[in-house]
Protein backbone atom coordinates (compact mmCIF):
# COMPACT_ATOMS: atom_id res chain seq x y z
CA UNK A 1 0.00 0.00 0.00
CA UNK A 2 1.01 3.61 -0.62
CA UNK A 3 2.10 5.56 2.24
CA UNK A 4 2.83 9.59 2.34
CA UNK A 5 4.59 10.84 4.94
CA UNK A 6 5.30 14.85 5.87
CA UNK A 7 7.62 16.12 8.12
CA UNK A 8 7.84 17.84 10.65
CA UNK A 9 4.21 18.43 11.58
CA UNK A 10 4.98 21.70 13.04
CA UNK A 11 7.30 24.35 12.56
CA UNK A 12 7.52 27.44 14.67
CA UNK A 13 10.12 29.63 13.49
CA UNK A 14 11.16 33.48 13.27
CA UNK A 15 10.90 36.15 10.24
CA UNK A 16 13.96 35.66 8.06
CA UNK A 17 14.71 32.18 9.08
CA UNK A 18 15.36 29.40 6.62
CA UNK A 19 12.75 26.67 5.94
CA UNK A 20 12.59 23.17 5.18
CA UNK A 21 9.41 20.78 4.54
CA UNK A 22 9.47 17.56 3.56
CA UNK A 23 7.43 15.04 1.87
CA UNK A 24 7.87 11.26 1.22
CA UNK A 25 5.81 8.67 -1.05
CA UNK A 26 6.43 4.79 -0.66
CA UNK A 27 4.56 2.45 -2.46
CA UNK A 28 4.31 4.75 -5.99
CA UNK A 29 6.87 4.80 -8.67
CA UNK A 30 6.65 8.01 -10.53
CA UNK A 31 3.88 9.25 -8.64
CA UNK A 32 2.65 13.11 -9.31
CA UNK A 33 3.39 15.23 -6.25
CA UNK A 34 1.62 17.74 -5.33
CA UNK A 35 2.02 21.14 -2.14
CA UNK A 36 -0.43 23.18 -1.21
CA UNK A 37 -1.24 25.98 1.16
CA UNK A 38 -3.79 27.50 3.46
CA UNK A 39 -3.58 30.23 5.04
CA UNK A 40 -5.31 30.04 9.06
CA UNK A 41 -9.28 29.99 8.16
CA UNK A 42 -7.99 30.08 4.18
CA UNK A 43 -8.76 28.46 1.37
CA UNK A 44 -6.69 26.40 -0.17
CA UNK A 45 -4.03 27.32 -2.60
CA UNK A 46 -1.95 24.90 -4.72
CA UNK A 47 1.62 26.28 -4.69
CA UNK A 48 3.67 23.40 -6.65
CA UNK A 49 3.18 19.89 -9.13
CA UNK A 50 6.39 17.80 -10.30
CA UNK A 51 5.15 15.49 -12.76
CA UNK A 52 9.25 14.09 -12.98
CA UNK A 53 12.43 13.77 -10.92
CA UNK A 54 14.25 17.18 -11.15
CA UNK A 55 10.75 19.22 -12.69
CA UNK A 56 8.59 21.70 -10.85
CA UNK A 57 6.31 23.61 -11.87
CA UNK A 58 5.14 26.77 -9.91
CA UNK A 59 1.61 27.38 -9.67
CA UNK A 60 1.63 30.83 -7.19
CA UNK A 61 4.39 33.06 -6.17
CA UNK A 62 4.85 33.06 -2.66
CA UNK A 63 8.64 33.77 -1.88
CA UNK A 64 8.79 29.89 -1.78
CA UNK A 65 11.05 26.86 -3.69
CA UNK A 66 10.20 23.62 -4.00
CA UNK A 67 12.58 20.73 -5.55
CA UNK A 68 12.14 16.74 -6.23
CA UNK A 69 15.25 15.43 -5.58
CA UNK A 70 14.15 11.40 -5.88
CA UNK A 71 11.37 9.99 -7.30
CA UNK A 72 9.39 9.53 -3.77
CA UNK A 73 10.60 12.85 -1.95
CA UNK A 74 9.11 16.43 -2.16
CA UNK A 75 10.82 19.35 -0.75
CA UNK A 76 9.53 22.68 -0.16
CA UNK A 77 11.74 25.50 0.85
CA UNK A 78 12.56 29.05 1.16
CA UNK A 79 15.82 30.65 2.45
CA UNK A 80 13.96 33.94 4.35
CA UNK A 81 10.81 33.21 6.00
CA UNK A 82 7.97 35.71 5.72
CA UNK A 83 5.23 36.90 8.21
CA UNK A 84 2.62 35.66 5.36
CA UNK A 85 3.87 32.02 4.99
CA UNK A 86 2.55 31.26 8.48
CA UNK A 87 -0.07 28.37 7.44
CA UNK A 88 -1.00 24.92 6.85
CA UNK A 89 1.05 22.99 4.27
CA UNK A 90 0.01 19.99 2.49
CA UNK A 91 1.88 17.59 0.62
CA UNK A 92 -0.45 14.92 -2.22
CA UNK A 93 0.58 12.69 -4.91
CA UNK A 94 -1.75 11.34 -7.50
CA UNK A 95 -1.20 8.40 -9.86
CA UNK A 96 -1.83 10.15 -13.04
CA UNK A 97 -2.52 13.88 -13.48
CA UNK A 98 -6.33 12.95 -13.99
CA UNK A 99 -6.84 11.14 -10.86
CA UNK A 100 -7.41 12.39 -7.20
CA UNK A 101 -4.96 13.13 -5.02
CA UNK A 102 -4.24 11.83 -2.02
CA UNK A 103 -2.77 13.78 0.51
CA UNK A 104 -0.59 13.78 3.90
CA UNK A 105 -1.25 15.32 7.25
CA UNK A 106 0.61 18.71 6.98
CA UNK A 107 2.95 20.81 8.48
CA UNK A 108 1.28 23.55 10.79
CA UNK A 109 3.35 26.25 10.64
CA UNK A 110 3.86 29.67 12.67
CA UNK A 111 6.10 32.63 11.74
CA UNK A 112 6.84 35.14 14.35
CA UNK B 1 -14.23 37.82 -9.33
CA UNK B 2 -13.75 34.26 -7.54
CA UNK B 3 -13.17 32.09 -10.14
CA UNK B 4 -14.61 29.33 -8.16
CA UNK B 5 -17.12 30.55 -6.22
CA UNK B 6 -19.02 28.24 -3.06
CA UNK B 7 -22.37 28.19 -1.21
CA UNK B 8 -23.38 28.44 1.22
CA UNK B 9 -20.24 29.61 3.12
CA UNK B 10 -21.85 28.23 5.86
CA UNK B 11 -24.13 25.76 7.08
CA UNK B 12 -25.72 24.20 10.22
CA UNK B 13 -27.79 20.66 9.42
CA UNK B 14 -29.83 18.88 11.76
CA UNK B 15 -28.55 14.91 11.94
CA UNK B 16 -30.69 12.73 9.57
CA UNK B 17 -31.31 15.72 7.04
CA UNK B 18 -30.04 15.98 3.58
CA UNK B 19 -27.94 18.75 1.80
CA UNK B 20 -26.95 20.46 -1.17
CA UNK B 21 -23.69 22.38 -1.40
CA UNK B 22 -22.79 23.91 -5.27
CA UNK B 23 -19.51 25.50 -7.07
CA UNK B 24 -19.89 27.64 -9.87
CA UNK B 25 -17.23 28.63 -11.53
CA UNK B 26 -16.12 31.40 -14.04
CA UNK B 27 -13.73 29.41 -15.56
CA UNK B 28 -13.94 26.55 -18.55
CA UNK B 29 -13.06 23.42 -16.14
CA UNK B 30 -12.91 20.01 -17.31
CA UNK B 31 -12.59 18.28 -13.94
CA UNK B 32 -13.69 18.55 -10.50
CA UNK B 33 -13.19 17.91 -7.48
CA UNK B 34 -14.75 17.51 -3.92
CA UNK B 35 -12.54 17.29 -0.65
CA UNK B 36 -13.60 17.36 3.16
CA UNK B 37 -11.58 19.27 5.60
CA UNK B 38 -11.70 17.35 9.26
CA UNK B 39 -11.11 19.60 11.71
CA UNK B 40 -7.60 18.63 12.58
CA UNK B 41 -6.73 19.62 9.15
CA UNK B 42 -6.95 16.74 7.31
CA UNK B 43 -7.61 16.91 3.64
CA UNK B 44 -9.91 13.78 1.97
CA UNK B 45 -10.93 13.36 -1.54
CA UNK B 46 -14.19 13.10 -1.88
CA UNK B 47 -14.89 12.76 -5.72
CA UNK B 48 -12.98 13.55 -8.52
CA UNK B 49 -15.45 14.07 -11.64
CA UNK B 50 -15.74 14.74 -15.00
CA UNK B 51 -18.97 16.24 -16.41
CA UNK B 52 -21.50 13.34 -15.01
CA UNK B 53 -22.94 12.21 -11.39
CA UNK B 54 -20.70 9.86 -9.33
CA UNK B 55 -22.13 8.53 -6.25
CA UNK B 56 -20.90 7.04 -2.96
CA UNK B 57 -22.68 6.07 -0.32
CA UNK B 58 -24.44 8.93 0.63
CA UNK B 59 -22.86 11.40 -1.00
CA UNK B 60 -23.76 12.35 -4.72
CA UNK B 61 -21.83 14.62 -6.44
CA UNK B 62 -22.77 16.03 -10.26
CA UNK B 63 -20.97 18.05 -12.73
CA UNK B 64 -22.61 20.01 -15.64
CA UNK B 65 -18.97 21.44 -17.54
CA UNK B 66 -21.94 23.11 -20.16
CA UNK B 67 -23.67 25.13 -17.14
CA UNK B 68 -20.22 25.50 -15.22
CA UNK B 69 -21.50 24.37 -11.79
CA UNK B 70 -21.11 21.05 -9.80
CA UNK B 71 -23.47 20.50 -7.04
CA UNK B 72 -22.46 18.11 -3.87
CA UNK B 73 -25.61 16.29 -2.36
CA UNK B 74 -25.43 14.73 1.53
CA UNK B 75 -28.12 12.63 1.85
CA UNK B 76 -28.64 11.39 5.87
CA UNK B 77 -26.07 14.25 7.50
CA UNK B 78 -24.18 12.66 10.75
CA UNK B 79 -22.38 14.29 12.79
CA UNK B 80 -18.74 12.65 11.03
CA UNK B 81 -20.50 14.77 8.02
CA UNK B 82 -18.87 18.28 10.16
CA UNK B 83 -16.13 20.11 8.43
CA UNK B 84 -15.17 22.46 5.32
CA UNK B 85 -15.88 20.89 2.19
CA UNK B 86 -13.64 22.56 -0.63
CA UNK B 87 -14.61 22.37 -4.29
CA UNK B 88 -11.45 22.81 -6.96
CA UNK B 89 -11.66 22.88 -10.54
CA UNK B 90 -8.28 22.68 -12.95
CA UNK B 91 -7.37 25.84 -14.56
CA UNK B 92 -8.76 26.35 -17.65
CA UNK B 93 -5.23 26.91 -19.02
CA UNK B 94 -3.08 24.01 -17.55
CA UNK B 95 -4.62 20.75 -16.56
CA UNK B 96 -2.10 20.10 -13.66
CA UNK B 97 -3.50 23.47 -11.77
CA UNK B 98 -6.15 23.34 -9.78
CA UNK B 99 -8.42 26.25 -8.33
CA UNK B 100 -10.29 25.86 -4.85
CA UNK B 101 -13.46 27.20 -3.86
CA UNK B 102 -13.53 29.15 -0.42
CA UNK B 103 -15.40 25.72 1.41
CA UNK B 104 -18.60 25.64 2.74
CA UNK B 105 -18.33 25.44 6.82
CA UNK B 106 -20.98 22.17 7.75
CA UNK B 107 -22.11 21.78 11.15
CA UNK B 108 -24.30 18.57 11.94
CA UNK B 109 -26.05 19.32 14.98
CA UNK B 110 -27.50 16.26 16.88
Partial sequence: AQTIHQW????IKAVGSPLSLGCTIKGKSSPNLYWYWQATGGTLQQLFY???VGQVESVVQLNLSA???????????TEKLLLSHSGFYLCAWSPQFNQAPLFGEGTRLSVL | GDKVKQ???????????????RCNFSIAATTVQWFLQNPRGSLINLFYLVPGTKENGRLKSAFDSKESYST???????????GTYFCAADS??????VIFGKGTHLHVLP
Fill in chain 1, 50 to 52: SIT
Fill in chain 2, 72 to 82: LHIRDAQLEDS
Fill in chain 1, 8 to 11: PVAE
Fill in chain 2, 92 to 97: DTNAYK
Fill in chain 1, 67 to 77: SRPKDDQFILS
Fill in chain 2, 7 to 21: SPSALSLQEGTNSAL
